[in-house]
């Protein structure tokens, strides 16, 4: 049941983040912004440091889950060329069931 709750809780956070994002002008070297290459660069088990490294930025924060035995952070990037898309990059901050911190999910939308 939590986990039911905890999905439909980041469903509704990132959907009200994509609608909420700005969208500032994308000047030459702005990164804050993902491309579909820089999407297929992060893998399972990647720090947040080796992530923002790939796309060049932090991305933002959408949400953080301090639950007992576990910790993650949802972040969200706003796709390149896109007036509505964007992408989520799950992080345990802590090991998870399979004992690998770092990404763990992650989804585009474009």
């Known amino acids: 049941m939590k986990a039911i709750v905890l999905a439909v809780l980041a469903a509704a956070v990132l959907i009200v983040g994509a609608l909420a994002w700005p969208h500032p002008a994308e000047a030459a ?44 952070v949802a972040r969200q990037w706003k796709v390149c060329g896109s007036r509505y898309g964007f992408a989520v990059v799950d992080f345990a901050t802590t090991e998870r069931h399979d004992g690998t911190p770092g990404v763990y999910a992650k989804a585009f939308y474009a």
Do not use: K, W
Request: hydrophobic residues 30%; aromatic residues 6%.
């Open 29 to 72: 070297g702005n990164t804050a912004c993902m491309t579909r290459a820089e999407f297929g660069r992060v893998h399972h088990g990647q720090t947040q440091e080796r992530v923002r490294a790939i796309v060049g930025s932090s991305g933002r924060v959408t949400l953080v889950d301090a639950s007992p035995g576990y910790r993650f």
